[in-house]
């Protein structure tokens, strides 16, 4: 049977990119004066968006749904789900959550391949005095192309990928709450990635990934497209987790109480509540610097009465506690596999979702220490700095809970381990590193220095990215139904943790000695650092070679995966490899905790 072109990923680029040429034309040439550029490459992304969307098939889909005069049937909605279309599938707008988690678990490992390649060629730049191969100009969009590609893969690759095809199935669900959303909320991070890429077309941006105004107002039409792209990954991930947070509350299956969930539904849930408070404050200061652009409004123009330290309001509002959106799923999932491969349940089962919960709570107090050298110097230093001090207290609550869960455990060291173990060792050394930040006469010395360079690598990548690649190897076998070669596994984790080590703790030796940020020219009391992380960044490089060739090799001629991988007593386990399209054929009847022997019935 012959693939369709329309609605499929084909059509939508081909509707996408007409619709920009033309509408981008079009509103070019009808502005008149300096604003013509930008106001006609915001009216080509935004054309490109919703032809892209139509081209795909999903306002084709509401409309149906919208003006039906019946719901669909069972059929229909199998048929929309993916059914007997084969691997195509992926490459439609479809609505089984498995297939939409696969095509963010997708889009993520090339997102975290290009963010990575920018990442070298920083190293590159950085390992010689004298910016031997960039211009400043060039190095500057590297490093806010690097950052911008780094978190968005990085909020998405546990809440988005594992949080859509595993979770349904770890509360007992078919599907989720709203599936033409969940498809929808995809695409629409698929169509943000055209669009950022373009930046390089349009000369770059040079305002790094935070786009600070008024900077933002001074840029070339790079800066339109960094813009419209937070917008489209804001939409995303707002449809996501109205979509993931429905879900749990609403469709947990019989005796799937909330003190029995698995600790990732907990860290995933929270997670996109917590981005749900947060990320709308930072799209909303790139709606308002398109509007300063194209249309002429003032909000961070500071001749025409705008603030910029507006802009550092809504962007750390969602900057900082977006860390820990981050860093809940990636310990939930810590957790689950700690307790698995221990063969014993979660320690502290209450404990830690305590912590999580209170990570979410003081996170919304904590974004105000990025703004201690803002000029505003006001009373709340004081109160802000203690509550930045005072979220080390939940996170230190959920370490705790994380050892004690070896405790008397029957330890099988895995590769999901391994990555478990390096989560809780470079974590604890971004923790300790950000008690200098969280203060202010320390900050002081640190602040937009190497020292803040390292302490956030070894948050988010020596963390999450991490506990994203625990979460991987445990959970690829029940997703493609292979198993991963063991030993380039291992090779993978001791070269990745080696290299990640060798880079980032010789950078923090350079804040010490006082290296600012962002440096193009690297002087030359700095050199030997540099050279030496750099050097390193090879080793990051072969890890990635061996992770790449071990999927690639599994996923032609791997080992057939057991339904029980690991012998896991929650859900996932308990339905075949692979899974099938409505994941139970029975909805099962849950009569303990997560983890605990003999947890669950079946319906009969």
């Known amino acids: 049977m012959r693939a369709p072109l329309y609605p499929s990923v084909v059509s939508a680029v081909v509707f996408g990119v007409v619709a920009a040429v033309i509408a981008g034309v079009l509103v070019g040439n009808v502005v008149p004066g300096k604003r013509a550029a930008d106001a006609g490459v915001v009216a080509g992304y935004l054309a490109w968006a919703i032809f892209f969307m139509i081209g795909i098939g999903a306002f084709g889909q509401a409309a ?30 479809t609505t089984d959550h498995k297939v939409v988690g696969v095509q963010y678990l997708t889009t993520v490992l090339v997102l975290l391949l290009v963010g990575a390649l920018a990442a070298f060629l920083i190293r590159l730049q950085q390992s010689q005095p004298g910016a031997l191969f960039f211009k400043p100009a060039v190095y500057n969009t590297l490093v806010g192309m690097h950052g911008t590609v780094m978190i968005a893969a ?7 990928t594992f949080g859509n095809f595993m979770l349904p199935i770890l509360i007992g669900a078919r599907d989720m709450a709203f599936p033409r959303l969940n498809a929808l909320s995809y695409w629409f991070l698929f169509a943000a990635i055209p669009v950022f890429l373009s930046t390089i077309l349009l000369g ?26 937070i917008i489209l990954v804001a939409i995303s991930l707002t449809l996501g987790a109205i979509n993931i947070v429905t879900t749990t509350i609403t469709m947990r299956t019989t005796g799937m109480f909330w003190n029995r969930m698995p600790m990732f ?42 603030s910029n330290w507006l802009y550092e309001q809504l962007f750390w509002f969602m900057g900082h506690p977006e860390v820990y959106v981050i860093a809940l799923p990636s310990l939930a999932a810590a957790a689950d596999i700690t307790a698995v491969m221990n063969r014993r349940p979660v320690f502290g089962y209450r404990l830690m979702i305590g912590g999580m919960v209170g990570i979410c709570l003081l996170s919304l107090l904590v974004w105000y220490h990025h703004i201690y050298l803002s000029g505003a110097n006001t ?18 609550i959920i370490f705790f809970v994380l050892v004690g869960t070896f405790w008397r455990g029957r330890v099988w060291v895995t590769v999901p381990l391994l990555f478990v173990l390096a989560v809780l060792s470079n974590f604890i050394i971004g923790g300790v590193t950000g008690l200098y930040l969280a203060d202010v006469p320390t900050d002081t010395i640190f602040h937009g220095g190497m020292f803040v360079t390292a302490h956030f690598h070894f948050t988010l990548v020596g963390g999450m990215v991490f506990g994203f690649f625990a979460a991987f190897y445990y959970w690829y076998p029940k997703i493609v139904g292979r198993r991963l070669n063991a030993r380039l596994g291992r090779l993978h984790f001791w070269l990745f943790e080696i290299g990640f080590l060798g880079t980032f703790l010789p950078l923090f030796y350079a804040g010490l000695q006082g290296e600012p940020r ?24 072969l890890s990635v ?26 859900l996932e386990w308990r339905v075949p490899t692979p899974v099938p399209l409505e994941n139970f054929e029975r909805l099962p009847v849950v009569t303990g905790w997560a983890h605990d022997p003999g947890n669950v019935l079946e319906e009969s």
């Open 518 to 541: 962002w440096m193009a020219f690297i002087p030359r009391q700095y050199a030997t650092a540099n050279l030496v992380a750099s050097l390193f960044t090879i080793v990051i490089v």
């Open 265 to 306: 539904v907990w860290g995933a849930t929270l997670s996109v509540l917590l981005g749900l408070i947060v990320f709308p404050s930072f799209a909303l200061s790139q709606i308002m610097v398109l509007m300063d652009r194209v249309l002429g409004t003032s909000f961070f123009i500071a001749s025409l009465g705008g």
């Open 204 to 229: 770059g941006f040079q305002t790094g990934w935070t786009a600070y105004a008024p900077l933002a107002d001074q840029g070339g039409p790079g800066m339109d497209a960094y813009s419209f792209t």
């Open 154 to 160: 990085v909020i998405i690759m546990l809440s988005s």
């Open 64 to 93: 149906r749904w919208g003006l039906a005069r019946r719901n669909p049937t069972h059929d229909e909605e199998l048929l929309l789900a993916g059914r007997g279309a084969g691997t195509w599938r992926f490459f439609r707008f």
């Open 379 to 396: 009373p709340l230093n004081g109160p802000f700095m203690l509550g930045t001090e005072l979220i080390s207290i939940p996170t230190g």
């Open 545 to 570: 070679v061996v992770f790449a060739y071990n999927v690639i090799a599994s996923a032609l001629r791997g080992e057939r995966a057991d339904a029980n991988e690991w012998g896991g007593r929650t």
